[in-house]
């Protein structure tokens, strides 16, 4: 294990402001409310960069880092569109690249943004001798499951057997074991199953957006934006499943503009969902501050029919203090949904206009930002950051050639609790 480090920071909840310092498994606030995220307030208030540091070691000091020695070359790709930007009739369009395109300075080795989060889930994790436990529809699986390896951290990761056959990774290790939930299994039910697991002392759960440490990660990519740009955008444009690389980009956003350098303004959120899988459009449109219950009925079947399943989670953290209803309304934004046809012809227009390939969630990102500058939404000389969450995996394959995981526990999606004491041997079995 490597050195547990003092942490520079505190965890303040977004509800009641209490404040606790980080034992690098604080997920919620102690208090009596309702839900809310925990945000980090970090010591250092002025935004610095460390220069002769990789990837996202560049803004450590705005990182929840409590290990020495945490490797990853993560790095986002930020550049000035061209061809894409006039395509879509903008005059100010930058593109954070979260994926593999080494000409552009994009280095993720599992070809998306989840390799952020991994790496700083990794730094902040202080667990001692119990099991890392966390749940993934396949991105995060692929990212948390490498950070692992490298760094001798016990981890079980849960998915749906759908999932499992895109899962690639560099190589296997004997601290990494994954189970799949056969059948039609989802990732809220792969996320049911990670709880469960984590019911005993021995096991710790992630955390998924209440991670502070995910959270942080992501919101690297809005500190490489600035320094790219030299200002904060006006726009931030993203797909969302859970919502947490929004909250992040606007968490990031508070901190940059605390700093005092960077004016006063938020960028607008603008949140792209895939019909029909749209809880918080419904909510958003709705103006409730819940998920409506009508958008919640049916929609496991409707997440099967999207073009983006990482966008198909059925939990959203809408209502949660800190969570999705209240970035949007402090920054002024707004959510839109695209089809299974947008998102594919984005995909194109990208590789037409770039010369790569995007994942699907990043296509709904794209099309959504179509949809919105078409309908006027969006101003066509403003400053916009369009957040690629995912791209290059095709050739990074062929680059650098990885493997399906051969470690895997095989259990029916709807484990009873009586198995999950079963399971919970089989896991410790595997990988203690």
């Given amino acids: ?59 450590a000091s705005w990182l929840p880092v409590r290990r020495n020695a945490v490797r990853s070359r993560a790095q986002t790709g930020v550049f000035r569109s061209m061809r894409l930007a006039r395509a879509l009739g903008l005059d100010d369009l930058w593109i954070a690249f979260n994926g593999y395109w080494p000409e552009r300075g994009a280095h993720l080795r599992t070809g998306t943004f989840k390799d952020l ?13 119990r099991m890392l436990v966390a749940a993934s529809a396949g991105n995060t699986a692929a990212a948390l499951a490498s950070a692992c390896a490298e760094n ?20 296997e290790a004997d601290c990494v074991q994954f189970v799949s939930l056969t059948g039609d299994a989802t990732y809220d039910d792969a996320i049911a199953c990670a709880r469960a697991l984590c019911e005993h002392e021995d096991f710790l759960y992630e955390g998924g957006v209440f991670n502070v440490a995910r959270r942080d990660g992501i919101g690297t990519t809005v500190y490489a934006a600035l320094e790219a740009i030299g200002a904060l955008p006006e726009y931030f444009v993203q797909a969302i499943g859970s919502g947490a690389g929004a909250i992040a980009a606007h968490e990031a956003a508070t901190r940059l503009i605390a700093d005092g350098r960077f004016g006063s303004t938020y960028p607008r959120l603008v949140l792209v969902q895939n019909h029909p899988a749209t809880l918080v459009v419904d909510a958003w449109r709705a103006q409730s501050t819940t998920i409506p219950a009508a958008s919640l009925a049916g929609h496991r079947d409707r997440a099967r029919t999207i073009a983006a399943p990482v966008l198909s989670t059925g939990n959203p953290p809408y209502a949660v203090a800190g969570g999705l209803r209240d970035v949007l309304t402090e920054s002024s ?68 050639p990885a493997v399906t995981p051969s470690r895997v526990l095989r259990v029916q999606a709807s484990i009873e609790r009586g198995a999950i004491e079963d399971l919970r041997m089989q896991v410790k079995s595997a990988v203690c």
């Avoid at 989060?117 to 001798?129: F, H, I």
């Avoid at 951290?153 to 560099?170: H, K, Y």
């Avoid at 995912?390 to 050739?395: D, L, S």
């Fill in 152 to 171: 001798g951290i016990p981890v079980t990761i849960v998915v749906p057997e759908f999932a499992l056959s895109s899962i690639m990774i560099d190589g």
């Fill in 333 to 400: 934004g707004d959510v839109v949904s695209v089809d299974n046809a947008a998102v594919r012809a984005a995909q194109q227009l990208f590789l037409e206009c770039e010369g790569a390939e995007i994942e699907s969630a990043a296509g709904a990102a794209l099309a959504g930002l179509k949809r919105a500058v078409d309908e006027r939404a969006i101003d066509r000389d403003a400053s916009i950051l369009l957040h690629v969450t995912g791209g290059g995996r095709g050739r990074m394959r062929r680059d650098e």
């Fill in 117 to 129: 989060e991994s790496c700083a889930v990794v730094a902040r994790y202080a667990g001692e001798n």
């Fill in 1 to 59: 294990m490597q050195k547990k480090m003092e942490a520079p920071y505190l965890l303040r909840c977004a509800a009641c402001g209490t404040a606790y310092p980080d034992d690098g498994m604080r997920a919620v606030c102690d208090n009596e409310h309702g839900p809310a995220l925990l945000r980090t307030q970090y010591a250092q208030v002025k935004f610095e960069v460390d220069d002769g540091a990789l990837g996202i070691w560049r803004y």
